[in-house]
């Protein structure tokens, strides 16, 4: 008879794999991108991924766990080193694991033990290097610095987190001024992994506004590590392609982030940033001020020399003013002298000219008769004679048209043979269709008249 087979409960086979697996499998140094990292009250939950250079999607990921009490620990660690960083999404680690199963989903886990932190720095400052050589080749280090600081950068735009003792600090110093800045805060968070979108977006606002002078980027004093959320590439890129100044006050006295090293100038802290827009606009004023005063001062001596001009003028005019009333009174006493002898003297002259053109128009008007008659003398003959001659040559006219008019005289045509018809009213009948049946007609002879009367026409005198 067969023996029967074995059979384990779930939760012991479970047990059983996860002790093979903590007993034969020793702690390992694995690395690869952190690619997740969430906190559930005591539990911190990782996934590491490994990445190829030519895909966005993981060769293979791995589930991590650690407790929060060691990752504050870790993080601490991390923190008091020269160039401190802390676990953050995205972050290129090297960390030590102890296989690990979750015995109640049957999940294999790992537990973070340590991170090397050579391992991380290194790959941080090959990351910070890559960009900065991007940047570079694309002149983006330089770009922001080579735009125009304005004469009086008063509009002000900001960046920095909400209700922030770095937004009091940078505000209160321009209110203390005296100088009427204007502030458009665009708020952000400024330390976290949110860092690099907000901010992001930020900058996109502002550059929706047309009259800015001026950008600035601050935040408060805080961890080192807060430092590294201000490598990021994309914040790089958008300060640089910003089309006024950029200022930047994130609070570290030492360390710069690249931010600051493509920002067209970089403040210690936010208070510092806002004081060099201070000094800006007073500059400003002051070089003002210093014209005005140049320009005062060019306006009193003008005014002083024109005064003085004037005076010398006055004083002038005053010296030879007498003198020239005098020359003046002596020239008109002169003139008027004159004046009054030339008008008799050509008053005498025209009344001469007056009485010889009266002797002369007399004398005149008897030679222009005399000369007239002259003239006209032969002209009685003359007019004789053509009236004569027009007489004569209308005479002769008449004549010849009187005999036209006796040859066309009825009478004589009658003479010649020819009678003449009427109608018992004496109407001259031209046309043989004027008679009619009946009628009495009269032909007209040289030697007599005779009476007739139509009794009938004919066809030739109808038609």
Same mark, same amino acid.
């Given at each position: ?113 340590? =991170? ?151 403040? =210690? ?20 001020? @210093? ?76 030679? =222009? ?41 009825? =009478? ?12 018992? @009213? ?38």
């Amino acid at each position: 008879m067969d023996e029967p087979v074995k059979s384990f409960p779930i939760s012991k086979y479970l047990q059983g794999v996860k002790r093979l697996l903590t007993e034969k499998i020793p702690p390992v140094w694995v690395h690869g991108v952190i690619s997740q990292l969430v906190v559930r009250d005591r539990m911190c939950y990782l996934t590491l991924s490994e990445y190829s250079d030519s895909d966005v999607r993981p060769v293979a990921s791995l589930n991590l766990y650690i407790y929060t009490t060691e990752l504050d620990r870790l993080n601490e660690k991390l923190a008091a080193l020269p160039n401190p960083f802390s676990f953050a999404a995205e972050l290129k680690v090297s960390l030590l694991l102890q296989a690990d199963f979750y015995v109640p989903q049957g999940k294999f886990q790992a537990k973070v033990l340590d =991170i090397d932190p050579v391992h991380t720095l290194g790959e941080m400052a090959l990351t910070r290097q890559m960009i900065l050589r991007r940047l570079r080749s694309e002149n983006l280090l330089e770009r922001n610095r080579t735009l125009e600081m304005p004469v009086l950068p008063v509009k002000v735009g900001l960046v920095t987190a909400q209700g922030s003792a770095a937004y009091h600090d940078f505000t209160t110093t321009l209110a203390s001024s005296g100088f009427c800045f204007e502030v458009v805060p665009a708020f952000a968070r400024m330390q976290g992994n949110e860092t690099e979108s907000t901010v992001l977006t930020a900058m996109g606002v502002l550059a929706q506004i047309g009259d800015l002078d001026v950008i600035c980027i601050v935040r408060g004093g805080g961890s080192k590590n807060d430092l590294n959320y201000f490598d990021s590439e994309a914040l790089c890129r958008a300060v640089a392609l910003a089309r006024v100044p950029v200022l930047t006050g994130i609070g570290h006295e030492i360390d710069q982030s690249l931010v600051d090293l493509v920002a067209w100038k970089s403040c =210690i802290t936010p208070t510092d940033c806002a004081k060099f827009l201070v000094e800006q606009v007073s500059y400003s004023w002051t070089q003002a001020e @210093q014209k005005v005063q140049r320009i005062a001062l060019l306006a009193r001596q003008r005014l002083e020399h024109e005064q003085m001009r004037f005076r010398n003028l006055v004083q002038g005019f005053a010296r030879r003013l007498p003198g020239r009333l005098a020359r003046e009174r002596e020239r008109l006493v002169r003139n008027s002298r004159d004046l009054r002898r030339n008008a008799e003297q050509r008053f005498l002259r025209e009344n001469q000219e007056l009485r010889r053109n009266q002797i002369g128009l007399r004398q005149g008007v008897m030679k =222009i008769l005399s000369l007239e008659n002259l003239r006209l003398l032969p002209w009685p003959g003359r007019l004789k004679q053509a009236t004569a001659m027009h007489i004569q040559k209308n005479s002769m006219k008449l004549e010849l048209a009187l005999e036209r008019i006796k040859a066309n005289d009825p =009478i004589r045509v009658v003479k010649r043979g020819y009678s003449i018809t009427t109608d018992a @009213q004496g109407k001259v009948l031209r046309n043989a269709s004027q008679a009619e049946e009946g009628a009495e007609l009269v032909s007209k002879f040289a030697w007599g008249e005779v009476r007739s009367r139509i009794t009938a026409k004919s066809a030739e005198i109808l038609s």
